[in-house]
T-cell receptor, first 117, second 117 residues
């Protein structure tokens, strides 16, 4: 396993367009997290899943944002009607959240850099 | 809610020297974890070191060690024998311990460390 992967790595879009990002976690990890990181800042939590269930959403996640993890494997994050303020790096992370082999380490992907013009 | 504060935006150190990065946090939780993550330029975030709050002994990983002062809510990272590859942004992060499972990370703003040859 090569780790957490994200696609695309870069996305440039015009204001008002919809965008979708994909995250593939480490295969045995049941927890998947989305964070947003703006330039010069630390990542901010958006949402996380345990298997296919979305367990928590941040208030940062407006109704224009939706995330899914339909089969408990990969996840998608969609932003509708993008705004310039959505420009950021979107990071995905995964971990082994529960069960006999609990690890609190979150493994991060390379991120998707979104630029909204 | 938890907060993590990294008040130093930038630091510089000579190769082979020792540097200490500061972090303070605020929480009402008694059971939690603290982390230092490293984000090299244009590369993904990786875990440097972690500390369980219930452990009094400071964590150590090779050249990296922490000074965990629970009463003062302080969690500093010491890098010994600094190497050029240590140049990166370093984030202090907090995770509440929820039963047997882990949860989201709350990050500080980060500090940019430059190692000079």
């Amino acid at each position: 396993d090569t780790g957490v992967s994200q696609d695309p790595r870069h996305k440039i879009t015009k204001r008002g367009q919809n965008v979708t990002f994909r995250c593939d976690p480490i295969s045995e990890h049941n927890r998947l997290y989305w964070y947003r990181q703006t330039l010069g800042q630390g990542p901010e939590f958006l949402t996380y899943f345990q298997n296919e269930a979305q367990l928590e959403k941040s208030r940062l996640l407006s109704d224009r944002f939706s995330a899914e993890r339909p089969k408990g494997s990969f996840s998608t994050l969609e932003i509708q009607r993008t705004e310039q303020g959505d420009s950021a790096m979107y990071l995905c992370a995964s971990s082994l959240g529960t069960g006999g082999r609990v690890s609190n380490e979150q493994f991060f992907g390379p991120g998707t850099r979104l630029t909204v013009l | 809610a938890q907060t993590v504060t990294q008040s130093q935006p930038e630091m510089s150190v000579q190769e082979a020297e020792t540097v200490t990065l500061s972090c303070t946090y605020d929480t009402s939780e008694s059971n939690y974890y603290l982390f230092w993550y490293k984000q090299p330029p244009s590369r993904q975030m990786i875990l440097v070191i972690r500390q369980e709050a219930y452990k009094q002994q400071n964590a150590t990983e090779n050249r990296f060690s922490v000074n965990f002062q629970k009463a003062a809510k302080s969690f500093s990272l010491k890098i010994s024998d600094s190497q050029l590859g240590d140049t990166a942004m370093y984030f202090c992060a907090f995770m509440k311990h929820v039963g047997g499972a882990n949860s989201k990370l709350t990050f500080g703003k980060g500090i940019t460390l430059s190692v000079r040859p």
